[in-house]
């Protein structure tokens, strides 16, 4: 009978020990962790840049799709609760944004009245790159009418605007946007960028045809 209790019990503990080890490598009982909502709020609270779900998925160590499910119960639930802040899928990855309610009183506060804006070249210029990426300086130029080359070089300092490589004919510096820019628009990709054609004077379409 002794021997029977010994080999019967003995093996409780020791299944007891491993399966201890084996949660938090130490043989002592494991706390339990933050709840995978909890663990992406705390990620997200601190990134400056979207995440992608892949990257969260392994820093989490947790199954794509269980991830990108919860990411987006996140977005519904915030949106439901009218939160000042809203969880959004940009430029290929998750991050928090200012509620567009909100985002007034965000910059009154952060700028104190000063809102630093692009110019209207700026802009113009920025469109042309964005509707026919990748495109050169002298492009944008005939598109605009105007010498684009400061302008430019705002865009390519502010991260809105970068290299593509060089024009296999005219050797000329390519430019598209960057993924700062769909950041910055919202977007997940340049496909949800507004039809543009019904807005562009005869001549833009013709420099096209030419190019």
Do not use: H
């Not at 706390?31 to 995440?51: C, F, H, K, Q, Y």
């Not at 160590?61 to 990108?68: G, L, Q």
């Not at 944004?97 to 007034?104: D, L, S, V």
């Amino acid at each position: 009978m002794e021997r029977s209790e010994g080999t019967g019990f003995q093996p409780a503990p020791e299944d007891a020990s491993e399966t201890s080890a084996g949660l938090n490598g130490s043989g002592e009982t494991p706390e339990a962790g933050p709840s995978l909502n909890a663990a992406l709020e705390a990620i997200l609270m601190v990134v400056d840049e979207p995440v992608a779900e892949i990257t969260l998925a392994q820093v989490l160590e947790r199954p794509t799709n269980e991830v990108a499910a919860a990411l987006r119960d996140l977005s519904a639930e915030y949106t439901a609760a009218g939160r000042g802040f809203d969880l959004r899928e940009v430029a290929g990855g998750w991050r928090f944004y200012t509620r567009a309610e909100c985002a007034q009183l965000v910059e009154r506060f952060v700028r104190d009245g000063q809102q630093a804006r692009l110019t209207q070249a700026a802009l113009e210029t920025l469109a042309v790159v964005a509707y026919r990426q990748p495109v050169s300086r002298a492009r944008v130029a005939a598109v605009r009418g105007v010498n684009s080359d400061g302008v430019m070089r705002t865009l390519v300092a502010r991260g809105l605007v970068e290299e593509a490589g060089t024009d296999p004919e005219s050797q000329a510096v390519l430019y598209r946007t960057t993924s700062y820019f769909l950041e910055r628009l919202g977007l997940r990709d340049l496909g949800e960028l507004p039809e543009l054609a019904p807005f562009l004077p005869d001549d833009v379409e013709t420099l096209e045809e030419q190019k």
